[in-house]
């Protein structure tokens, strides 16, 4: 394969092997600006005096004589020896990883100890340069969705290494993509410019901005004046502006997504099923999409949207009937209701488009219809993740879910596995059929389980199912191709701006530009454009087509894939791109072992080190033991 780039490769980690061994700290990363900063400690005069005091004459006359060989030696002998460096010394610096990688004549693997450990691979293997075999511990009927999102996209092995044990990862991306990162001016924009090597059909625009605005209405100000092209999530009662103004022009968002009012069921008093259950009938969720929800938006009554197959199974939610609600809650122990939080991002979403009016309305009917006093707290957007991710929120907190790929599994199995948190303590009943009907291929036999499932859920409330938000993006009249997508983000290098920069301006800043250890939007768009995945999703459809990997191809059972790999295919860094790289990107993502696998204040590649994503499509490898 690459002998002179896995050589390379060896090398940097030699380098870093030795930097530690001399005393080096780890990388330290500012919380405020993101910026890492990274100090390095080098041996002492006093070690390099020890060391020289240390040849002896002898020593010094050998290296003299191999001083004079080596000057004697041709670039065709010079270049032999650096092809014969030892494939146990290759094997010997990926181990120093961690975890369950390995390397063997110059092929990455990543295997598995067997499968009891409950994640879907039981290895991830390069057969050659431009063949990558997944072998399954379980079938995967959403395998080619899943390896198209985003999340999964494919950066240079070197790469990893390097930025993913120093912390530059984060915002020093490096893809395969039709635009390649030019600047990230913090609190302001993300400039990309075009790849001049991109394997696909150029981009119309040479270069892409990214812009953000928390309000709808100052975005949508930037739009009228010509400052930017396009706008994330027109305001609802800006829809009607839009279309009457012929300089402008509305792009409908077609993203399936739901809206829910979370709880944490290890707090009280929301480890009391019927306390939770008394919740869910007593909020009236028609009047919050009446008010605060466009045309076309609709009351959830599953979790799952009904676009999407199986995803409306089993009983529908319950009925708002406030006098019951009060009833259920005194019979619960609390007559006169409780105090308690509501939590919340102010970051516009299509399923939630007014989250400050939206928590001032669910505060009102918590008072109203329960006696529920609740305390509106905002949170900035990554905090809030983090916490509501790690089950840490004591109260009620708003959020939602937009579909990633067009499968029961992206929004039932992400909530509610056995191994997500976020509600508290995880329900057998919901996560036990959610695992069986993720293995059946057929939708006609998996649609009992999902029934079964979802009717788990409706009697244990570990949230309110809310809305299905519809949503639009506005652009400029004279912008070509303009367009939101129902699954992955928007096509950049498809837009066709009249000065030949494409302005986006979404609702928030990126939280970081690595994506493998993301969940926000705002990340998605932009790390869409630079890093591209094995396959992608089709442009008006949940469709997977060829995008890194030519075809992906599943045996007869659905025990292993096969991925084909586009040939002659560049890095933004010049470097060629092969089937290592996949395994090693994967590897970072799966192996909790692998010591990439972490935040970036640990030494690893990742912004919080959750690699939520990874985890609950996947399963993660070598995953730590959960303390009683």
């Known amino acids: 394969m690459r002998s002179r780039r896995t050589l390379a490769v060896l090398l940097l980690l030699l380098v870093m092997l030795l930097a530690a061994c001399g005393g080096g700290t780890t990388p330290e990363t500012t919380d405020e600006s993101g910026e890492g900063a990274t100090t390095e400690e080098t041996a002492t005069d006093e070690e390099a005096a020890t060391d020289e005091e240390a040849m002896t004459d002898e020593e010094a006359a050998t290296d003299e004589e191999a001083a004079t060989d080596e000057e004697a030696a041709t670039d065709e002998e010079a270049a032999t020896d650096e092809e ?32 009891d450990y409950g994640g879907y691979f039981e290895s991830i293997e390069a057969t050659d340069a431009n063949t990558v075999v997944f072998t399954m511990c379980k079938p995967d009927p959403a395998f ?12 240079p092995m070197e790469h990893l290494m390097k930025a993913g044990s120093d912390g530059s990862l984060l915002e020093n991306p490096i893809g395969t993509g039709p635009y390649k990162l030019d600047s990230w001016n913090r609190g302001e924009s993300v400039i990309l410019t075009a790849n001049e090597d991109y394997w696909g059909e150029a981009p119309a625009d040479p270069t892409l901005v990214f812009r953000w605005a928390e309000e709808g209405a100052t975005r949508l100000l930037e739009l009228q004046s010509g400052q930017v092209d396009q706008i994330a999530f027109l305001s609802p009662d800006d829809f009607e502006t839009v279309e009457a103004d012929a300089n402008l022009q509305l792009v409908p968002n077609l993203n399936p997504n739901i809206f829910y009012l979370g709880m944490t069921n290890t707090f009280e008093p929301f480890d009391n099923p019927d306390v939770r259950k008394a919740i869910a009938m007593g909020i009236d969720r028609q009047r919050l999409v009446d008010n605060f929800y466009p045309e076309g938006s609709e009351v959830a009554d599953y979790f799952t949207p009904c676009s999407i197959p199986n995803g409306c199974e089993g009983d529908a939610w319950y009925d708002f009937n406030a006098e019951d609600a009060k009833t259920m ?15 919340y991002r102010d970051v516009f979403r299509v399923y939630l488009p007014e989250p400050p009016l939206v928590a001032v309305e669910l ?110 993006d506005a652009a400029g009249a004279s912008v070509q191709n303009a367009h939101t997508r129902p699954f992955g983000a928007i096509l950049g290098r498809i837009v066709d701006s009249p000065d030949d ?39 008006d459809s949940g469709d997977t087509e060829p995008s890194l990997a030519e ?67 996947w399963g993660l490898m070598n995953a730590p033991e959960e303390s009683e």
């Open 84 to 115: 014969a460096m030892s494939e146990d010394e290759g094997m010997m610096d990926v181990a120093s990883l961690g975890g369950s990688l390995a390397m063997d004549n110059e092929l990455l693997s990543l295997k598995a100890d067997g499968c």
């Open 144 to 155: 080619e969705a899943k390896v198209a999102f985003e999340g999964f996209g494919i950066q």
């Open 329 to 343: 809650l005194a019979e619960a122990g609390y007559p006169d209701g409780f105090e308690t939080a509501i939590y």
């Open 363 to 472: 505060q009102t009917q918590l008072k109203e219809n329960l006696g529920i006093t609740a305390e509106i707290i905002p949170m900035e957007s990554g905090p809030f993740l983090e916490e509501v991710s790690a089950g840490r929120i004591e109260g009620f907190y708003l959020l939602g879910w937009g579909a990633d790929y067009p499968h029961p599994t992206n929004f039932l199995d992400y909530h509610f596995s056995k191994d997500n948190p976020q509600f508290g303590d995880p329900f057998p009943e919901i996560y036990e059929k959610l695992t069986e009907a993720a293995q059946l291929a057929s939708a006609e036999e998996a649609a009992p389980l999902y029934a079964e499932a979802n009717n788990a859920i409706r009697e244990l409330v570990p949230m309110v199912p809310i809305a299905h938000g519809a949503a639009a």
């Open 501 to 539: 920069t494409f302005v986006y301006m979404q609702s928030a800043e990126p939280i970081s530009l690595y994506c493998g250890d993301e969940t926000d939007g705002e990340t998605f768009r932009v790390c869409g454009q630079i890093v591209d995945s094995l396959l992608a999703y089709g442009l």
């Open 551 to 617: 075809e992906c191809v599943g045996n007869e059972d659905g025990t292993e894939w096969t991925c084909n790999l586009r040939q002659g295919v560049v890095f933004h860094d010049g470097s060629a791109f092969d089937a290592n790289d996949v395994v090693m990107s994967y590897a970072i993502g799966l192996d909790a072992a692998n010591s990439l696998h972490a935040a970036a204040e640990a030494g690893g590649a990742g912004n919080s080190g959750a690699f939520e994503y990874w985890s609950y499509l």
